[in-house]
């Protein structure tokens, strides 16, 4: 039975079009990228939590909830992430678009959401915006923010602000976004980029320490931080919502789509090899009715491997094969 799926459904792989760059999810009802719930070395490992995610036939909606990866607060909720699962092309690029109603947001906290880029909850790098709490300026504005993380040598995690920012906006409720880019050059840089309403298109962080991290150069710390967390095994790319207090806000985040040129897991990829293939199928086969959080083989993340995760496979059988 097994075996005569297999070789049905290579047939099909064979007459199916090529899986094509760049690896983009618009959120169409649910993800078409093989997006894991799982963050190690968070608490819970599977951050799917609360049912604050849903889906509309074109965006994801995650509702902030208590929680975080700040220091030695590991235990965020409802990360999505993509494993990486290739080489990292000379000049990536990562972007993700969303929006909120700002006028829900409280104004007290550093309330944010945007991007990440993480191994695990104890290094990482962030690209957000960021509602302006009053103690750093005019509350009715947000603003493009970067943040990253990583253990001393002591084995400490220390948080660090990432020293660019946006120029502080009035936002409005249409999409905005954030957009994180390698500039090969000499020197080589990392570039930070925006859009909303009031921009023409993707604009460069106009804050007052620029856009750019140069290799070599003014930045080096976080050009290095963020091509090495590139280049580590297990690297995750992700969305992140953030509340930034333990008060219960539950801000909806809505996001339209994330992009990227960086290889990651396709849909249905069970074991992030990049290629959905018989392996994929046969895991899903072998833990067919079992229940529980964030099982790889739970494709569609209902808490339950049933054929609904093994049609998925199947329609993506192929896909991210050489
Ligand atoms: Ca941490
Ligand atoms: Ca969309
Ligand atoms: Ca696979
Ligand atoms: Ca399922």
């Known amino acids: 039975m097994k075996r005569t799926l297999v070789s049905l459904f290579t047939a ?3 007459t199916s079009t090529a899986y094509v760059q760049p690896y983009r999810d618009d959120f169409n009802g649910g993800f078409s990228l093989g997006w894991s719930w799982k963050l190690p070395s968070n608490d819970p490992l599977c951050t799917l939590f609360d049912n604050a995610v849903s889906f509309s036939s074109s965006s994801m909606t995650i509702e902030t909830r208590d929680g975080g990866m700040f220091e030695a607060y590991n235990n965020h909720k409802n990360v999505p992430t993509l494993r990486v699962v290739g080489p990292v092309p000379t000049d990536w690029y990562i972007e993700v678009v969303f929006r909120t109603d700002w006028s829900q947001v409280p104004a007290a906290y550093f309330t944010q959401a945007g991007l990440v880029i993480a191994t695990d909850a104890t290094r990482y790098f962030q690209v957000l915006i960021t509602r302006t709490p009053p103690f750093i300026g005019d509350p009715t504005t947000v603003y493009g923010s970067t943040n990253a993380e990583e253990p001393t040598e002591t084995g400490s995690e220390q948080f660090r602000w990432g020293e660019r920012v946006t120029n502080a906006w009035t936002p409005d409720s249409d999409w905005m976004g954030v957009r994180i880019e390698h500039v090969s050059g000499n020197p080589n840089a990392i570039r930070l980029q925006f859009r909303h309403s009031g ?42 919502t953030d509340n930034a207090c333990g008060c ?52 569609n993340s209902d808490g339950i491997v049933d054929d609904a995760d093994l049609l998925s496979v199947l329609f993506a059988f192929g896909n991210g094969c050489s």
């Open 12 to 14: 099909i792989a064979l």
């Open 199 to 240: 921009t023409d298109g993707w604009v460069d962080y106009d804050g007052f320490n620029g856009a750019y991290y140069v290799q070599g150069g003014f930045g080096d710390y976080f050009y290095n931080h963020i091509v090495n967390l590139l280049n580590s095994a297990g690297v995750r790319l992700g969305v992140y």
């Open 248 to 299: 219960g806000n539950q801000i909806p985040f809505e996001f339209d789509y994330f992009e990227t040129n960086i290889p990651v897991a396709p849909l249905g990829d069970v074991n992030a090899d990049g290629c959905v293939d018989d392996a994929d199928l046969l895991a899903v086969l072998f833990a067919f009715g079992n229940a529980g959080d964030c099982q790889d083989e739970d494709i």
